[in-house]
């Protein structure tokens, strides 16, 4: 099993996985050709997709979504709530398979594992991805961690994480009162040190230590974060190199992760 990113960020997210040969897009907030692009620098093209799942319907994630499918052929898998929000209609000669965040769902060689998270859209759900040996946990768009959500990622060999912001540079920063509330908000994006907490937590939960082969921060604000800082949170909970953590960038994503 692999996985890499197209790019993650406010900008725009995208992030493949793939096992056997059944190739999963986990959003797209890109345009048409600047997809092919990002595609292009993992050795993929477009046909290469079998099919695209989305987690809300946050411009950064659903934006590039319906004509990308369209245009390909590709099917399109998302619970109700999301296909609503986003616009029913952008949807017409799209095929979409409506999931339930609760539910697993079988997609070739990929196992779909979804879970609500408390973020400010209509019907969210984050994922993990398993071949049957070997997982895959994405977390990003959540304000708060929950027991589920813990559950849900305490056996993951490879974890991409939202690291949005540090609180500080968030809140003494030139945003406005009501957006500082509404990112830092229950309902708005993961903290570093919310998000180390959340690692922190699942070393603990037992079967779960030491089995992380990746753990990549993801979603980082261009203004209210810095790569050192996120890897920094995130490396002293695994007393780990800081280096060893990944960070996904806007523009270049990350490179292909074998999980082993
Ligand atoms: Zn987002
Ligand atoms: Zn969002």
Redesign the pocket.
Same mark, same amino acid.
């Given at each position: 099993m692999r996985f890499a990113s197209l790019g993650s960020?406010?900008e725009g997210?995208g992030l493949i996985v793939q096992a056997g040969s059944t190739r999963l897009l986990l $959003?797209c907030?890109f345009g048409l050709a600047d997809t092919a692009r990002r595609l292009g620098r993992l050795d993929l093209a477009p046909e290469d997709i079998d099919g695209i799942v989305v !987690?809300?319907e &946050?411009d $950064? &994630?659903v934006g590039g979504v319906p004509r990308f499918a369209r245009k390909h052929g590709i099917p399109v898998y998302l619970t109700y709530g999301t296909m609503v929000a986003a616009g029913a209609g952008k949807f017409d000669d799209v095929a979409i398979t409506l999931i339930d965040s609760h539910t697993p769902v079988p997609i070739a060689d990929i196992e779909l594992r979804p879970f609500p998270v408390p973020h400010d859209a209509r019907e969210p759900a984050q994922f993990v991805f398993c071949d049957g040996q070997r997982s895959l946990g994405v977390l !990003? $768009?959540t304000g708060a961690s929950t027991s589920h959500i813990e559950q849900m990622l305490s056996d993951v060999d490879a974890l991409v994480l939202e690291c949005n912001h540090d609180i500080d540079m968030l809140m003494n920063g030139a945003y406005p009162y009501a957006l500082k509330q509404r990112i830092s908000g229950r309902l708005g &994006?993961l903290d570093n040190g919310t998000a180390s907490g959340l690692l922190g937590a699942l070393t603990k939960i037992p079967g779960a230590t030491g089995r992380m082969q990746h753990v990549i921060a993801a &979603?980082l604000s261009k203004q209210n974060n810095t790569p050192v800082l996120a890897r920094r949170g995130l490396a002293a909970v695994l007393g780990c190199d800081d280096q060893w953590i990944g960070v996904a960038t806007q523009e270049d994503g990350f490179a292909w992760r074998e999980i082993t």
């Open positions: 960020g406010s997210n $959003d907030g !987690t809300h &946050h $950064d &994630h !990003t $768009d &994006h &979603h």
